[in-house]
């Protein structure tokens, strides 16, 4: 049984995400090219999201099931360095994450999709469900998200897990501030 604790003392003892790939950073669907290789589309307010979060000092972590090069490239991009793929028990992966980085389960939010998830999202501190996960999984969550797996769901969390720590402004203030030469670098 889960403590009980409120939905925003939960949010605001989060220091790390545990981020599943396949119906959360992606919207699940799996498709391969005419090499059989196998493709996957990410959001980028999901990769803004969590640059923001790294940017404050807070890390994150994918454990998947499945194995794939585009995730091992993603998660470069965003800096994500822990990298679990292809894993069978993502509880007992969580827990060396746990043990390995002298974390405590209430530090951590994990977000899934579906039933290979509800180990993790059960030991963590906020269990996060995406809005289209199955109902096993969404009755186990103290958050539901409004938006599916793959369409910024994990941004809502980041968005909303800054909000309540007192972050956020501190965050959108980065965007107002002009610098020079900000913008000569981003390409379309």
Known sequence: MRPHRTLR???TAIEWLILDVDGVLTDGSI???QNGNEL???HVQDGLGLKLWHQLGKRSAIITGRSS???SIRAA????SIVYQSVGDKLDVLRKIVAKHGNNAEQIAAIGDDLPDI???MASGLAVAVADAPNELRKRADYITRRPGGRGAVREVIDLLLKAQGRWDECVRNFETPIAG???GIQG
């Open 9 to 11: 003392n939960r949010m």
């Open 31 to 33: 498709t391969y090219d």
């Open 40 to 42: 996957k589309t990410f």
């Open 69 to 71: 090069n585009a995730v």
């Open 77 to 80: 991009e965003l800096g994500i």
């Open 119 to 121: 180990g993790m999202l």
């Open 182 to 184: 900000h913008l000569s």
